[in-house]
């Protein structure tokens, strides 16, 4: 199957569109995922733990992001004022919720990165009706 142009796969993923079509969606709720595209019937889970890699990139941008925010507050006299509990409190709530925001674009980043490096066809016949 013939690659898909990278910045193509890239505003798919960016619009948490399916790699191949960019018409379907990929999720149905917030953090629930479509198991398959709505639209050209492409899998979304290929394989078992498909999405560990995700995780990880979910993961280390979270940490990257924590680490530079944290670095950046210590410039701040008036932050470096609070208890040290009540800084860990912070950090911790603010690394969740910045979790949970990135996870949707990690999925669909990996996803199409994956599309882009191995390109797979739908399987029609395993499409379910949405
Ligand atoms: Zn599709």
Redesign the pocket.
């Known amino acids: 199957m013939l690659r898909p142009p990278l910045k193509q796969i890239v505003h798919r993923a960016a619009h948490w569109r399916?790699p191949?079509?960019g018409?379907?969606r990929l999720f149905r709720g917030v953090f629930r995922m479509l198991p398959s595209?709505p639209?050209?019937g492409?899998s979304y889970f290929p394989e078992q733990g498909y999405y560990v890699g995700a995780m990880i990139i979910n993961y280390v941008a979270t940490t990257a992001v924590v680490v530079a925010i944290f670095l950046f507050s210590l410039l701040f006299r008036d932050f470096t004022a609070l208890s040290t509990n009540s800084k860990i409190l912070l950090w911790m709530a603010f690394a969740i919720v910045l979790s949970l925001s990135l996870m949707r674009h990690a999925y669909s980043f990996w996803l199409g990165i994956d599309f882009w490096i191995k390109p797979r066809q739908?399987d029609v016949s395993t499409m379910e009706k949405f």
């Open positions: 399916c191949n079509c018409r379907g595209c639209e050209c492409l739908p």
